[in-house]
């Protein structure tokens, strides 16, 4: 025993560099849970104002097209108004936490609407539009990809609150920005697909895919498409127009 | 051939007791057959009035294809409600009335919060609904089974009403089970019906619930009935129906009549029966017949078996008559034939007394009424027994038949004993 503790130190020295190098490498190289973050923040800002028109396309090919704004305040707080067309014109959507309702200007009265309900018909549902969260909601890992110039990453569900059981990510290795998505549901059968495209800087320093193409893959006719027209992050609204008596005004 | 009937009857009336019991047999085996047979009718009857006077109907009409997409979106299949479409079906022969319908499903929201009341968003409450839209009044005259379904409140009494009635199943945990107190309340806090319109933007409408139907049979809690003009205007479907629903005098003529509207109609529409939208429902009360003729198979043959020893006994007490009539030269055929003669006087007689007390108790069982509820089901039915001319005659023919068939075997062995022997026989 004496004979080998001479041995110890350098091989103490070398595991603790060889760790050191792998965990070095490690923070240099990028994680699921940082890829995840880069995701939020890019496809759902802390605060921002924006327009976008959505396209939804079904099975008979007519098409229908709503022109909306999006108004978010941190994680919590998020707000749409309807411009078009004349049937939705006036309703408005506000998501406090977890609850979600619509405004209906010919009730004038709000109501409660579910995570999972379809977005107006289209191939989102209120989630995907209202609660861009993924960190807070998905337990990420990096998983192989098949494309060298992209990352794919697994999301798998925390809680069976949220509207897809795994998402599957792919994002680009050399500025991490979204290029397609998979969603699919408990029984682990894809439910739709998505793909991101037309990046553009909207506001200084914030990039992000203008257009975002959700195809449904059970009607596989069906696809909607999301178009960031304006963006602007980083912008204040006070807390009172995330009340539901703000709604309508 | 009559002195050989005369001599059967006397013969049976030598012995009483023994034709008593062996009638008695065939007369309690009868007699539950036939009461049996009166209640598995009145189930049948009932299974099958739920179906077609009060949830189907007898003949439905969609756009084609409307059943086989129906789980998609059965709004993209609507069609419009005119005066002459309605008058092409009404004009056929057998039609008796007809209920435009629209097939739609959305969510229902109680206790929105009303103001800044966000402390109290626990209290709101939201289920899903599938809703049949209907004009009342002739909803009423194709469906009117549905309507003693009703068990609380009432049916809105027009079409372009704001109100529904919803199964009680889903209103006491929405909390708007007392319709009464909901005809007093402001429209502010109505229940709110969402829907996605044919488009599939979202559109809503509040509705105050003011009738409560129960179920006879287990039925999706879900569905509601919701005023049609209402509703069209809801889903911004102005004249737009998903379905008829026809009623003909009598359901027999159903595939006739079917044929008939698929030729007036063409091929843009389909029609169905009832039998074709719900499968299960024909093969229910088709296994509930099955059943029955099996048990009554069972009966039928403990009732010969019966018949069957009665006779061999008779043949074995009158040996020694048997001989002194072959001695005095009565013919094996005549032995052999007034034997199963005797047999069949059992089984007819028999069979007609057993048929008319069993036919006299679903009588008195169909005026008395037996109440029965089905599992899942809230309300109770009142079955009552009857009985078909078929079921009797056929009882009755079979057991006489049946009790000849097996007379045949003990006559066979009295025609065939050997005079000299039986008239030795003790």
């Given amino acids: ?249 | 051939m009559s002195p050989l009937v005369f001599m059967s009857a006397r013969n049976l009336a030598r012995n009483r007791r023994r034709t008593l019991l062996a009638m008695g047999a065939v007369v309690v085996g009868l007699c539950a057959l036939t009461v049996l047979r009166g209640f598995v009718n009145s189930v049948q009857q009932a299974q099958l009035n739920t179906t077609l006077l009060g949830t189907t109907g007898m003949l439905q009409i969609h756009r084609s294809g409307y059943l086989k997409n129906v789980l998609s979106n059965p709004l993209d299949l609507a069609f419009e409600d005119s005066p002459e479409l309605r008058n092409k079906i009404l004009s056929a022969a057998h039609v008796r009335a007809l209920a435009p319908r629209l097939q739609f499903s959305g969510s229902i929201s109680v206790n929105e919060p009303m103001a800044s009341d966000l402390a109290n968003v626990g209290d709101a409450k939201t289920t899903f609904l599938t809703a049949n839209a209907v004009d009342p009044e002739l909803d009423r005259q194709t469906l009117p089974q549905q309507y003693e379904w009703l068990i609380e409140g009432m049916m809105f009494p027009r079409a372009d009403s704001l109100a529904l009635v919803v199964h009680r199943d889903i209103a006491g945990p929405l909390g708007v089970e007392n319709v009464a107190a909901n005809l007093q309340q402001p429209s502010e806090t109505w229940p709110v019906v969402l829907a996605p319109d044919r488009d599939g933007s979202l559109s809503g409408e509040a509705f105050n619930v003011i009738g409560l139907l129960g179920s006879a049979v287990p039925t999706d809690k879900r569905l509601a009935l919701a005023p049609l003009k209402s509703v069209q205007k809801l889903l911004k479907m102005d004249d737009q129906i998903t379905e008829y629903v026809v009623r003909l005098d009598d359901v027999v003529h159903a595939a006739e009549v079917q044929k008939e509207l698929e030729q007036r109609l063409g091929s843009d529409f389909e029609v169905s029966r009832w039998d074709e939208i719900l499968p299960f429902i024909k093969d229910l009360i088709g296994n509930l017949t099955n059943i029955f003729d099996i048990i009554s198979g069972v009966f039928l043959l403990v009732v010969m078996l019966g018949i069957i020893n009665s006779m061999f006994m008779n043949v074995l007490e009158r040996v020694r008559e048997i001989g002194t009539m072959m001695a005095i030269g009565v013919k094996q055929g005549s032995i052999l034939s007034l034997f199963v003669v005797e047999g069949v006087f059992l089984g007819a007689l028999g069979a007609l007394v057993g048929l008319l007390l069993g036919a006299g108790i679903v009588q008195l069982m169909s005026l008395i009424g037996i109440p029965i509820s089905a599992p899942g089901s809230s309300l109770k039915f009142i079955l009552r027994p009857f009985l078909t001319l078929d079921f009797v005659v056929t009882a009755f023919s079979f057991t006489t038949f049946g009790a000849a068939l097996v007379s045949v075997w003990p006559a066979w062995r009295a025609s065939r004993l050997r005079p000299v022997e039986a008239l030795s026989a003790i």
């Fill in chain 1, 1 to 249: 025993m004496r004979f080998s503790q001479s041995y110890i130190f350098p091989i103490l020295a070398t595991m603790v560099g060889v760790a050191a190098f792998f965990s070095s490498s490690q923070a240099a190289e990028i994680t699921a849970e940082s890829l995840l973050e880069k995701y939020d923040s890019v496809m759902g800002p802390e605060s921002f104002d924006s327009t976008a028109r959505m396209t939804a396309t079904r099975e008979d090919g007519t098409k229908r097209v709503y022109e909306m704004r999006f108004v978010k305040k941190g994680t919590e707080k998020f707000r749409i108004w309807f411009k078009g067309p004349a049937a939705v014109s006036g309703q408005e959507v506000l998501r406090v936490g977890e609850n979600s309702w619509v405004y209906l200007p010919n009730l004038k009265r709000a109501t409660r609407i579910a995570n999972r309900d379809s977005f107006q018909g289209g191939d989102f549902n209120n989630a995907d539009v209202l609660r861009v969260n993924y960190k807070a909601d998905y337990n990420a890992a990096l998983a192989a990809s098949e494309k060298p110039d992209l990352w794919l990453i697994e999301l798998k569900a925390k809680n069976s609150s949220t509207s897809y059981d795994a998402i599957k990510l792919w994002m680009r290795k050399s500025d991490s920005m979204p290029v397609r998505g998979e969603y699919y549901g408990t029984s682990g059968k894809i439910l739709r697909s998505a793909e991101f495209s037309e990046y553009k800087e909207f506001s200084k320093g914030y990039r992000r895919p203008a257009k975002v193409l959700m195809k449904n893959e059970l009607i596989k006719e069906r696809s909607t498409e999301l178009l960031t027209q304006s963006m602007k992050v980083e912008v204040s609204f006070p807390d009172q127009r995330f009340t539901l008596p703000d709604l309508g005004k």
